[in-house]
């Protein structure tokens, strides 16, 4: 089939709750992709911050392909070697405490806001949970009402309710927002979705103290800035706090599908045998593939290419943004990187397609660089060589 059967077909039988680049993607390696008519791209957005180390990463393969010759499922009412093995690698590089296991981000927050209102439910009826304008936290109905941006929540009406939304990086509104109701604040450490917003220091260190005094759960939805985005391994980790609850997908497996919900000592076990669960959740073979990633963030050192490219990455930008007038802002940590610009992004998206870059834009006007971990200068150079191309 070409690419334009495969359209053809996709549009038949798929529905079609995307937009869609009008081009079939059928193999990738490092940073590069291919199309079905042998067009090499290079990918600047790994699939929405998922292949972290690049497309079909060699450690990533082996494990899984070892793994499947072993035992493809395993149920969650038997134990499970890599499952275990797993957790205590998360827990190993985050903060004392449990890990419950799913396959997606939305599902791993919705684990938390579950596991909060547990917790809240038990202390006098307290379950109200404060979420933050411009974020995203997925597409179920609980995620979607968490996610305060009345786009992803219209038509979809009655939903569920506790939720309370405040402006991002508002201590203030935070405090003013507090009931003897409220259970939880939840938010990304840098909003991914809502434009590359990144949470100030001062701020989340206040946060910290509030939960504290307040007992409150703290949330870190770090679904689109865990596992080594940011230059550490999580991105609380650049604030000197621990998160009470933290969550995890996308970069996760590799680019297999996992997600996982890590609980600090404190709420590790407010979850008991019958109140939550998933199928699928800690396959034996997603779960390979997360050690894998690990292992291989671990042996290629590639949180220090993270800080060092990343690096690299903005201050080419910046000097981009000197000759550019349309580019306002650059924002960001590590490799996840926004460009806001005076004007909106699809239409430079789009060319930067044609010139065969993959990049995204998000929020209408903020151009979003999340290229793998493994990135080299070369890379970037070319990468920033065609922005430059394409901005005039
Ligand atoms: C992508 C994303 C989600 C949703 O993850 P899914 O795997 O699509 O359900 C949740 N939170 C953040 C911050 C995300 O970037």
Redesign the pocket.
Known sequence: MNTKEVIAQHDKYVMCTYTRIPTVIVKGKGLKVWDLDGNEYLDFFPG??VTGLGHCHPKVISAVRNHLKKIIHVSNNYYNVLQAKLAQKIIENSFEGKVFFC???????EGAIKLARAYGNARGGRNEIITMEN??????LA?ITATAQPKYQKGFEPLPLGFKYVAFNDLKAIENAITDKTIAIML?PI???GGINVAGESYIKSLRELCDKKDLVLIF?????GVGRTGKMFCFEHYGITPDVM?L??ALGGGL?I?AMVAGKKFADILKPGMHASTFGGSPIACSAALAVFEAIQKEKLLSNTVKMGGYLSEKLDELKKKKPIMKEIRGKGLMLGIELTIPGKEIVEKCFKERLLINCTHDKVLRIMPGMIVTKKQIDKAVEILDKVMT
């Open positions: 929405w911050a396959n997606s981000g939305a599902e791993a927050n974020s995203f936290h997925g597409r179920t995620t990304e909003q991914g979705e939805d770090e679904v689109q800035t969550t997908a996308k599908p997600g």
